[in-house]
């Protein structure tokens, strides 16, 4: 059921609900873990099923120490805050668990659930910038809102969604930690999604620094800027074809009768070195 938004923002109430162990936070009631259901609005669509276990076992010898965030919904409670707890709870085979009710709009229960994520749970920049565009696209706020609810500039808001541009197989490997944001925010500039896939490869290989990337990037938006085109097609479709495969600038001169010259740009020591490897096989 959705609920109209009210106007106002949660303020300062959000401070009480992310306090740890706070004496000002008031456990309204306990609810047994069969009346409480996940949020489908939360911005964690992953959880680590061995820090999962780690916090059922605390759970078992010391209780939750912390209630949830739970609000009325739909003939039962849904979580707003806490869900990693709920089902450290449910591993731990707890019936009852401490809570917080709060009667929440959908839009409050989403900054909710966001803030504590970004605040608590480490949320992978794929998923932090899948939340922060839900906020914008869904709840129509705008970024400068974003930025002080979340407690980030409105640049780390804008750069944030900005991710959700690279292709859907660079943003898998940004999930998995293999390519860095400072790697993503270079891979922006790059217009050719399949070099931009390609280049991402490497990076999750260990071949590309960000400095070494940044100097592809530049070096590309140069030529893009002062194309050198081969009399033949033939040859600039090569050409465009070593640049898309090897991840770099290529220059083929055709110096005539099908003869000239091959000109690989390198970048650093790891660079030349994945390029020798490369032509050696």
């Known amino acids: 059921m959705c ?7 949660l303020g300062r109430g959000l401070e009480s609900l992310f306090s740890d162990n706070s004496s000002e936070v ?49 003939g039962t409670y849904q979580i707003v805050a806490g869900e ?3 089902r450290a709870a449910r591993e731990a085979a707890v019936e009852e668990v401490p809570v917080i009710i709060k009667d929440l709009t959908d839009s409050e229960a989403m900054q909710i659930a966001l803030v504590e ?3 608590r749970e480490n ?35 804008s750069n944030s969604i900005r991710l959700l541009g690279l292709p859907d197989e660079v943003l898998e490997l940004i999930k998995e930690g293999l390519v860095s944001v400072g790697h993503a925010k270079v891979l922006l500039s790059v217009e050719d999604e399949n070099l931009v896939i390609n ?5 999750a ?17 140069k030529e893009k800027k002062e194309p050198e085109k081969p009399s ?22 055709n110096r005539g009768n099908d003869k000239g010259t091959l000109v690989l740009e390198f970048y650093d020591k790891a660079d030349l070195l994945f390029l020798a490897d490369k032509l050696s096989k």
């Open 26 to 74: 008031q456990v309204k009631r306990t609810l047994r873990t069969s009346e409480i259901e996940p949020n489908r609005l939360q911005p964690r669509k992953s959880f680590d099923d061995d820090a999962i276990a780690s916090l059922a076992d605390s759970i078992k010898t010391h209780g939750m120490i912390q209630p949830l965030v739970v609000r009325p919904y739909m």
């Open 199 to 203: 280049l991402a490869s490497r990076v």
């Open 205 to 221: 290989e260990g071949t590309l620094t960000v400095r070494a990337l940044e100097s592809i990037a530049a070096s590309l938006k």
């Open 84 to 86: 990693r707890r709920w």
């Open 123 to 157: 949320l992978n920049p794929v998923e932090e910038a899948a939340g922060l565009k839900e906020l914008a696209d869904k709840y129509n706020m705008t970024q400068e809102s974003i930025a002080h609810i979340t407690g980030r500039s409105r640049s780390a808001v």
């Open 3 to 9: 609920v109209a938004p009210k106007k106002g923002g």
């Open 232 to 253: 033949d097609s033939y040859f600039r479709e090569m050409e465009i074809s070593l640049k898309e495969s090897l991840g770099r600038k290529v220059t083929v001169k």
């Open 117 to 119: 994520n970004l605040q």
